[in-house]
């Protein structure tokens, strides 16, 4: 009966993992040219996705999204603002992403990384032309008082697709948020009410008189592909990313309405084929994310 050969398995993983390290992009295309991917992924498929609503107890709407290894974390506070002249009846929303040095290797302290700013106003974008929100909602009295909804965005884990977790963390934190009540004070101003004092009885009527949900239509969801030769592989991770430049991020709403396309630069020509097939992917990808987020809805009406 043969023994087998431990070390001749050791030396076949290291060479491979030499490999890997030493020509990264000839070791991915051998994967490609079998339509397989490192990860056992086919191209076309996204990482397991999870959802987590309320993750922070002090936000007034928050979640925990994971796309495989990429994590955000969101969440909103609310404020009450003076609104501006020129829209006297709506409120604002105000969006922050974060990429602290936990979050990946090349993300050093003291210096802010470079996708940060340029997400946050991508983010800031896509919910705006989605037309998700209706600003007329986060009206409180018109002229006087509007909410602010400040939402920060913290990636916890940046292994690719950042925009894709970070506009899926937005969705659910707006999912979960719940406007808070607000009174006038004795100078007549409009203040927030406060967990304490809601139970109690009120001097001066409050201006909104329960916690209320947003209603939001048309809620965008992305999905970010690599073209690569005559490949494409849908929810790269960060290795993928360093190694084929070349990104594509398509926006739907729920209704498969096309918010946004987003190609920053890179070798590849998006032709008119490669275009059809990541919309056709980002369409099915937005029907997956749609259940998950459903589902943790749902989840937070039963607990």
Known sequence: MGVPDASGDLSSEMEVD??????PLRYFERHLSESIRPDARPLGRARDTTLALGAVASA??????????????AAIKMEVMIPSTESPDEGCIAIDFHMPPICSPIVRPGR??????????????????????????????????????????YCLDADGALFDAALL??????????????????????????????????EKEPVNKEKRKLKLSSIPF??????????????????????METLVTVVLDSSARLVSFYKPGGSFLANTSAVQDCVALTRQRVKELQEILDEAISGMEID
């Open 18 to 23: 030499a490999f890997r390290h030493l020509f």
């Open 60 to 73: 007034h709407g928050s979640a925990l999204a994971k796309i495989g290894s990429t994590t955000m974390l």
């Open 169 to 202: 963390s937005a969705v659910a934190a707006f999912s979960h948020l719940q406007i808070p009540i607000v009174s006038l004070n004795d100078d007549g101003k409009i203040v927030l009410v406060s967990e304490e004092d809601e139970g109690a009885k009120l």
């Open 112 to 153: 802010p990384a470079e996708a940060a700013p340029v997400i946050s106003k991508q983010l800031s974008d896509t919910i705006s032309s989605s037309g998700m929100i209706n600003l007329k909602e986060l009206s409180l009295v018109s002229g006087k008082a509007a909410w602010m909804a400040y939402l920060d965005i």
């Open 222 to 243: 992305s999905l970010t592909c690599i073209l690569h030769k005559n490949y494409i592989l849908a929810d790269p991770t960060a290795e993928e990313e360093s190694i």
